[in-house]
């Protein structure tokens, strides 16, 4: 065992005055350390965990993620850092302002006023959160919102929504899988073999914003008059619609709206609703990129200050109820903006609620031009967003809670291996890939995974679907006894509590604790990384014990041999995310974000490196983050951060050895010559067969420095 505190006797010193300022800073809770929600991490090579972070910090929110069978117990600081709607002050609600179209609530705003103060700030609650052109993630509102009125009083940081990183009041943030490590042509070093059932489970959704303009009259060249206006492809003979309605989905086609030139000399011609409902070449078409989406948001804006020809009301039918709906709710914020300055000397307004109050009096009113809008808009403006559900498929990167990632290939299921317990594997990773990458923990929480996955099949298989009041109790109290003496393997917490139960015979707890695990709900087990018991002993008695799952062949549906593994093995269970990764410079693969059609694009160096904590619900430390803390900092800082953000402190002396280290890796010194001759490396072997189709000889000798 390393001691940490003799060999960096100065990480363990007081920090003195003069740097006594560098580590007082307000860490944001949302930045998580490297232990969060990954078990047995320091099974892996320190550099691996940097890499982790990385992955998690961009990891896509999926539709349907479910919570993991092993957790840390620092999964519940990740859901408080989780990216809620929240009321940020002690305070009390003074108006809710609705943006409402058929009885649609598309977002709220709420006007809260500090306790005991006149001080007024804003959250706006919608149902999904979008921070660049296309990504986003589910907002969903908690109970509080469902009785949400004017008057209540709550305390700070109460929760308004959740997001979909968060299930039962669980952190979701991927899938549990059924992994083979085994080596196959398709897998080979880094990609990834999945299965197509395992990639329907992935499946998220990406947003996409479009906007158009139309109504102005335009003088042409030849003084006639023209006016471009939509067309009536989404209406019929009795309704003109331009635009599909929130929660409706757009044509097969993917077109969104057609403008046409509407000339005062084809008036008659032009506006006969039938003809409308089809657009050809001479029309300016707007179209998604991703096929038929469902609308969720819909912005109408109008510009009085620009002539527009207001003869054909049918036209503004539709849109105009979006219009009047935003524009009643910026109305009722100004009125509740009035209603404060009235009611308080010298109101403060936090600085949204401020912006949101001048935004709303210079668009509503005609004689101003608002200053965020310097460009001239059309008579009318729309501005929509479309909701699209995405299955990934060959070219989405996933990545293991250990620093794993691979390129999808997706295969059929009857093509993916089965082992002697009857599962069937979601997923294949070259065995050897661990080795290279040194990161062991992938078969550690692999392991711990797939057996505890056995156990609960098999406590199940005991309950039998009967209900739990119509069991003996005697039984149950078998039942639990049996779960509680795998609980001991591990030798957590969770065994000293269960045991308590047993000793003191608490039929309540007891219970309570079958029916949890009745009702279908994931049992997870919690795996500290001070656990007192390495994870090497606990792999160890596990496989000696009565709990131990059947190892065999793994075998295939189709195909010889059927054997397709020498050595008995059983299935890994290893939690997966889902990455969007871009390349230096380019895409690399399918981007979700910006490149769903898995073409080779040029990624800007803004888009490459923006921070991706406003992308996703939940943040971890990530690499880019660890580069600035380092060179604006140093690496003492750096560690110091990590350690502050809820990693244990071996987490940070590994960091720091890391960073400093001559050598940053779990192996103690460079490579033995005793063992490995000059020039048996394998990137060196594989360098010389390169030079070999070339016809030339690489010859390796060492080079002594005379001086």
């Known amino acids: 065992m390393i001691d940490f505190e003799k060999q960096y006797p100065n990480l363990f010193k007081p920090i003195s005055e003069e740097h006594q300022e560098l580590f007082d800073v307000d860490i944001d809770i949302r930045l998580m350390g490297s232990s969060a929600s990954a078990i047995a991490c320091n099974a892996d090579s320190p550099s691996r965990q940097l890499m982790r972070d990385g992955f998690r910090s961009q990891y896509v929110p999926i539709n349907n993620p479910e919570p993991a069978i092993f957790v840390t117990g620092q999964e519940k600081e990740l859901l408080e850092a989780n990216f809620h709607k929240v009321l940020p002050a002690n305070c009390e609600v003074y108006r809710t302002i609705d943006y409402k179209v058929n009885d649609i609530i598309i977002d709220t705003i709420i006007v809260y006023k500090h306790k005991g103060k006149a001080k007024f700030g804003m959250v706006k609650i919608a149902h999904y959160e979008k921070n660049d052109s296309t990504f986003g993630f589910t907002h969903t509102p908690t109970k509080v ?185 910026r109305q009722g914020l100004l009125r509740a903006a009035n209603e404060i300055e009235r009611e308080y000397d010298n109101p403060e307004f936090e600085n949204e609620l401020h912006v949101e109050i001048v935004n709303s009096a210079l668009i509503e009113n005609p004689k101003t031009k608002p200053f965020w809008n310097r460009a001239p808009m059309d008579l009318w403006t729309i501005n929509i967003v479309i909701k699209h559900t995405i299955i990934p498929t060959n070219g989405f990167k996933f990545a293991t809670l250990h620093g794993s990632k691979g390129i999808a290939t997706v295969k059929p299921d009857k093509d993916m291996p089965i082992d002697a317990n009857g599962l069937r594997a979601d997923m294949t990773i070259d065995a050897n890939s661990i080795v290279h990458r040194m990161n062991i923990g992938n078969k550690y929480e692999g392991l711990f995974g797939a057996n505890t996955a ?105 195909g010889e041999p059927d054997d397709v593994t020498v050595l008995p093995m059983a299935m890994d269970s290893l939690y997966i995310l889902m990455l969007y990764k871009i390349g230096n410079t380019w895409l690399a693969v399918n981007s979700n974000r910006i490149n769903p059609t898995g073409m080779p694009i040029s990624a800007s160096k803004p888009v490459k490196d923006r921070m991706s904590y406003s992308e996703v619900p939940v943040k971890f430390v990530s690499e880019p983050d660890g580069v600035y803390g380092i060179t604006y900092c140093s690496p003492e800082y750096y560690a110091e951060v990590r350690d502050r953000t809820l990693a244990p402190k071996t987490a940070k002396h590994i960091y720091y050895q890391l960073l400093t280290h001559e050598t940053p890796s779990n192996i103690d010194k460079i490579l033995d010559r005793d063992e490995i001759p000059l020039g048996g490396d394998l990137p060196l072997n594989a360098f010389k067969a390169i030079t070999k189709n070339f016809g030339e000889e690489l010859v390796i000798k060492e080079v002594i420095d005379e001086d």
Not at 181 to 192: G, Q
Not at 304 to 324: A, F, W
Not at 475 to 493: A, C, S, V
């Open 454 to 558: 056995v156990v609960n099949k098999r406590v199940l298989d005991m309950i039998d679907n009967r209900p739990i009041s119509s069991i003996p109790e005697q039984e149950l109290w078998d039942i639990y006894r049996y779960i509680t003496g795998y609980f001991k393997l591990f030798g957590t917490m969770q065994y000293d509590i269960m045991q308590r139960t047993i000793d003191k015979k608490d039929t309540k707890s007891m219970l309570k604790y079958l029916r949890y695990i009745a009702s279908g709900r994931t049992l997870q087990y919690y795996l500290r990384m001070d656990n007192e018991k390495p994870v090497s002993l606990i792999a160890k008695d596990i496989l000696s014990s009565e709990y131990r799952m059947k190892f065999g062949s793994f075998t295939f549906d189709t």
């Open 145 to 329: 919102m469902e009785n949400l009125d004017v008057g209540d009083i709550f305390p700070k940081d109460t929760k308004l929504t959740t997001t979909n990183s968060e299930v039962n009041g669980q952190l979701a943030m991927g899938r549990q899988l059924n992994v083979a490590f085994i080596t196959t042509a398709d897998n080979a070093e880094d990609p990834f073999e999945i299965s197509e059932s395992a990639c329907k489970k992935f499946a998220f959704d990406l947003y996409e914003n479009k906007s158009f303009s139309y109504g102005s009259k335009i003088k042409g060249m030849n003084g006639v008059e023209k006016t471009k206006l939509p067309k009536n492809l989404y209406g019929d003979d009795n309704e003109y619609k331009i635009i599909p309605d929130i929660n409706e989905r757009l044509r097969e086609d993917g077109v969104i709206a057609a403008l046409f030139e509407l000339h005062t000399d084809n008036y008659l011609m032009k506006m006969h609703k039938k003809l409308l409902q089809r657009y050809d070449d001479t029309d300016e078409i707007y179209e998604s990129k991703h096929g038929r989406g469902e609308v969720v948001d819909i912005r109408v804006y109008f510009n009085p200050r620009r002539p527009g020809n207001k003869g054909h009301s049918q036209v503004y039918e539709q849109i105009e109820k979006y219009y009047l709906a935003l524009k009643s709710q």
